[in-house]
């Protein structure tokens, strides 16, 4: 009988081998989905009526948990709120788990709904110093790390603002460790809450 050409590493074999592997992979990947249908609830207590502009996107709107395998190779639990339904949307909060990686929070912003200007002067605050402002062409790019993610601190004022004005949708998206999985619902709604306070 020929032998398989196609050979496993030690550990390959090892995790082959063992099936609580990918049953404990199961339980952890249940619970993420359980707790961001728990912070889906929080964000609708939380932010649906922080001002207008916010309070008439977020009216009576729905969150969405969605998991995959692939991102990057590695699995995810997104939750978007609200609930995408189509290609055009006014703002979206996003949050992720990216397996082995972090967590981040994500806002998705119009750039024609909101003043950009004021946007600006809101964002060079020291509260958001550790803030990344995505300036690529891939909107839904989550690798923060990513060349395209780039420290708002790191930008001068006008240089902020010519960027802001530069594309359809302004992302902005901070890292949160997944040690501080106890963290998550606190910082998210914190990240969440402080900039739409401000928008106009």
Wanted: aromatic share 12%.
């Amino acid at each position: 009988m020929r032998k398989s050409v196609i050979k496993l590493t030690k550990t390959e074999f090892d995790f082959l081998s063992r099936e609580d592997y990918p049953k404990i992979k199961q339980q952890v990947i249940q619970k993420l989905c359980q707790h961001f249908d728990s912070l889906g609830v929080l964000m609708q207590q939380s932010i649906s009526s922080i001002n207008e502009t916010v309070m008439m996107e977020l009216h009576q709107a729905q969150f969405k948990t969605t998991k995959g395998e692939n991102y990057q190779q590695l699995p995810y639990v997104v939750l978007d709120y609200p609930k995408i339904k189509n290609a055009e949307f006014i703002l979206l909060f996003r949050t992720m788990c990216w397996w082995g990686k972090y967590f981040s929070l994500n806002i998705f912003l119009h750039s024609s709904s909101f003043n950009t200007k004021q946007l600006a002067e809101i964002l060079q605050h020291k509260t958001f110093e550790k803030v990344k402002l995505y300036i690529g062409d891939d909107l839904w790019q989550q690798d923060l790390e990513h060349k395209d993610f780039i420290k708002i601190s790191s930008l001068k004022k006008t240089a902020l603002i010519t960027q802001l004005n530069k594309k359809s949708y302004i992302k902005l998206s901070v890292k949160v460790s997944l040690k501080k999985w106890d963290e998550l619902d606190e910082k998210a709604i914190e990240f969440y809450t402080t900039i739409s306070k401000k928008l106009a």
